[in-house]
């Protein structure tokens, strides 16, 4: 099959939710990870939210599967390499990241903020939604903001929590939004 852009992304967002689930995934990672930081522990956090977020596609594909979503996309699709090589660029990053928060758990974060953020621009192109620029360039603000702040380690995985919860929330409407909207234009069709 020949896709053009326009089909692999429509293809993306419809198996995966538009993304959305992949966010919840990662907010609730970093929930975890705030919530370990604020008992007073910032250093476990960072193994949280490493360890969170080795669970983040899989928690994904499960809320894909409780809404009714394949959680895969189709066969073939070239997007999917896309969306592979993106996982690796933040598998490689870790190191880096792990490496800084062991001289200041907050600079870990800050770290983290921002390779997540350069992902989720990644994903503007795989999913075909602006959305994920205005997410990536928020992730990206908030760690360069709160590095030029000194922000504890606290602040700063309590800011990466809220914006992907704020973020999953708004992608969840937006899908929503997206399905009436093919409904109806179908139906009047």
């Known amino acids: 099959m020949d896709w053009s852009i326009s089909a692999a992304q429509a293809d993306m967002r419809e198996g995966y939710y538009s993304g ?10 970093w929930s975890v990870a705030a919530g370990v930081a604020l008992a007073g522990s910032p250093n476990r956090a960072i193994v949280v939210l490493l360890l969170g977020g080795m669970l983040i596609f899989p ?26 090589a993106s996982t690796f660029w933040l598998i490689f990053c870790m190191p ?41 360039l928020a992730l990206a603000a908030a ?15 309590s800011a990466g929590a ?4 704020a973020f999953a929330i708004t992608c969840f409407v937006y899908h929503r939004q997206s399905l009436r909207s093919l ?7």
């Open 96 to 136: 880096l990241a792990y490496g800084l928060g062991r001289e200041n758990p907050a600079w870990f974060f800050g770290v983290m903020l921002i390779v997540i953020g350069g992902r989720y621009l990644i994903f503007a192109t795989l999913y075909g939604m602006r959305l994920y620029w205005i997410l990536g």
């Open 20 to 29: 959305a689930t992949g966010i919840l995934a990662s907010a609730l990672a």
């Open 162 to 165: 809220l914006i992907e919860l």
């Open 143 to 157: 760690a360069i903001g709160l590095v030029f702040l000194s922000a504890a380690a606290t602040i700063a995985v």
């Open 59 to 84: 928690v994904s594909i499960v809320i894909c599967k409780i809404l009714g979503v394949r959680g895969t996309h189709t066969k073939g699709n070239p997007l999917g390499q896309l969306a592979g």
């Open 183 to 189: 409904a109806s234009g179908k139906l009047s069709s």
